[in-house]
């Protein structure tokens, strides 16, 4: 076999070579984008499960809440793009507990233009969420008040308690009537 020949075949081997690596990684990929899917749904449960886990915060002993609001500020760790704060992302509520033990935790902000509520925030209004920015109101139960700006009443808290303790997780958005 002239040198020729040899150089001819070994091209043809390495060509045949880099062939079935590309096609069998090509194979592997589609193999992995069809099945990964099906393998996150298998799991879902599970992630879910941790998520939820991932996603209430402890806020104190539940006996510090009264009837009357308390301001409580928390910090929530999750992924947002490259930004990771070190504490997590600062978040707030006002949180009461009635005489039977119910927990009512709301979001503070206002659903008109997104300001921030304050409980008797205004002393003309006794019993109430005032929103400084425009005048808007809401009941003790965070229900916007008809003929004040907001539109809808304050969101809530997931909330639970364990050990004596209260936790808020993510918040339930509640939309007009
Ligand atoms: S932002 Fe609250 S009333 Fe406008």
Wanted: hydrophobic residues 30%.
């Amino acid at each position: 076999m002239g040198d020729k020949e040899k150089g001819r075949r070994s091209e043809g081997i390495s060509r045949r070579r880099f062939l079935t690596y590309t096609l069998g990684g090509t194979g592997a990929f589609l193999a992995s984008t069809a099945l990964y899917p099906m393998v996150r749904f298998s799991a879902d449960p599970f992630l879910k499960r941790e998520e939820e886990r991932a996603s209430f915060v402890d806020v104190g002993p539940v006996d510090q809440f009264s009837e009357t609001y308390k301001f409580v500020r928390f910090f929530v760790k999750r992924k947002d793009g490259w930004y990771h704060p070190e504490k997590g992302f600062e978040r707030t509520a006002w949180v009461r507990r009635s005489a039977s033990g119910d927990i009512l935790a709301l979001s503070p902000v206002c659903k008109h233009l997104n300001c921030t509520v304050k409980w008797e925030g205004n002393p003309r209004f006794k019993s109430e969420f005032f929103c400084p920015c425009h005048g808007g109101r809401y009941d003790e139960n965070g229900v916007n008040i008809p003929g004040t700006p907001p539109a809808a009443p304050l969101d809530r808290y997931e909330t639970k308690v364990e050990k004596g303790r209260l936790y808020l997780g993510k918040i339930v958005p509640r939309t007009r009537g």
